[in-house]
């Protein structure tokens, strides 16, 4: 059985990847498709603990990288390839994408290092689609709803993140499906439903 597809939600803090994701899930359930919805960081046993320090504690920005792959890891082989394997969809809300920019464009560490890094936590695994939900980072701020260390920080920073997923968007145009977060989610749930049909339902 050829292995199920991969969709990752990427974009700034309170983009609305959350409500997407579970829309979509909710969505393919009702189309009789298997499917899982899953996070990071926490989508594992070991993430579940790893979360609310990634989330909460300070720490110095080599070691928040360390901690993210540590959690990718442990969710790509135990979680997320196993489902693929056994042909559940996977819809993971933030994947390699995210440290990327976060400790990339935002914390200013290395990207080609990055990149080799997540190559291993991810075991090479590649999102088929990687819906990226843009805004204005303020339009996205005013959203959020978690208070989180990261929603925290300065405009500049959180500006970083958006136009790095702009550029990484740019660099994979196959992979990535941006839509506009200013519309109304039942308007982004359309776009991507079609999405899907085309890519991997054969609508
Ligand atoms: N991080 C993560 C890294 O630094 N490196 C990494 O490698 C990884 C994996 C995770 C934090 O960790 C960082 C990034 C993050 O800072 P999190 O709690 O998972 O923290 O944070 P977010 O992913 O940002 O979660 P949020 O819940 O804040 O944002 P969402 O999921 O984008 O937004 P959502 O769906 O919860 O929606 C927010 C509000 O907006 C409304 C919703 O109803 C909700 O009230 N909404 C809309 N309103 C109007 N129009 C729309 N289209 C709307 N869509 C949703």
């Given at each position: 059985m050829p292995r199920a597809p991969f969709i990752t939600f990427e974009g700034v803090?309170?983009?609305?990847k959350t409500t997407l994701a579970q829309r979509l899930a909710d969505w393919l359930h009702a189309q009789g498709v298997p499917v899982l919805l899953t996070r990071?960081?926490?989508?594992?046993a070991l993430g579940k603990q790893l979360r609310p320090i990634l989330l909460h504690e300070p720490l110095d920005a080599w070691a928040e990288l360390f901690l993210f792959l540590a959690d990718r890891r442990q969710h790509t082989l135990q979680v997320i390839l196993p489902a693929l394997e056994r042909g559940t969809w996977v819809l993971c809300d933030r994947y390699a994408d995210s440290t990327l920019v976060y400790?990339?464009?935002?914390?200013?560490?290395?990207i080609a290092l990055i990149q080799r890094l997540n190559a291993l936590a991810t075991a090479d695994l590649t999102p088929d689609l990687t819906v990226l939900i843009d805004l204005p980072v303020q339009d996205a701020l005013a959203r959020a709803n978690a208070p989180n260390r990261f929603e925290a920080e300065t405009l500049a920073f959180h500006t970083r993140i958006r136009e790095g997923y702009l550029q990484l968007a740019h660099a994979e145009p196959s992979r990535f499906l941006v839509l506009d977060?200013?519309?109304?989610v039942q308007t982004l749930q359309a776009a991507l439903e079609q999405e899907l049909r085309v890519r991997f339902l054969g609508d």
């Open positions: 803090e309170g983009a609305g990071e960081p926490g989508g594992s400790q990339g464009y935002g914390r200013g560490l290395d977060g200013r519309l109304p």
